[in-house]
């Protein structure tokens, strides 16, 4: 499986962004995908996630500020940010599991900083 992730930037806080990852590759119709973060001197961990009939998980920092949605068709998550603050700032990475393994994409950094 491969992940390919878009977005990230820099952004005002305050602010929306929107990331998106796409997997391809043998893809199976029970998994899971997600995003999730890693800041300056702590360990990655998870922001969100969704299963593929879309119930999500949300860590308790970003409930209610980012929503993470998938397409199924495209086997496409977005992981849509609002009201960012700058403790948001982080590298991001979208991950994918099926059959007991995990994928990851390539780390994509937000920036809440004004």
């Known amino acids: 499986v491969q992940l390919q992730a878009f977005g990230g930037g820099l952004v005002q806080p305050g602010g929306s962004l929107r990331l998106s990852c796409a997997a391809s590759?043998?893809?199976?119709?029970?998994?899971?995908m997600g995003w999730y973060r890693q800041a300056p001197g702590k360990q990655r961990e998870l922001v969100a996630s969704?299963?593929?009939?879309?119930?999500?998980t949300y860590d308790d920092s970003v409930r209610g500020r980012f929503t993470l949605s998938r397409d199924n068709a495209k086997n496409t998550v977005y992981l849509q940010m609002y009201s960012l603050k700058p403790p948001d700032t982080a590298v991001y990475y979208c991950?994918?599991?099926?059959?007991?393994?995990?994928?990851w994409g390539k780390g994509t950094l937000v920036t809440v900083s004004s």
């Open positions: 991950n994918f599991w099926q059959r007991g393994r995990d994928y």
């Open positions: 590759g043998s893809i199976f119709s029970i998994n899971h």
């Open positions: 969704i299963t593929a009939v879309g119930y999500t």
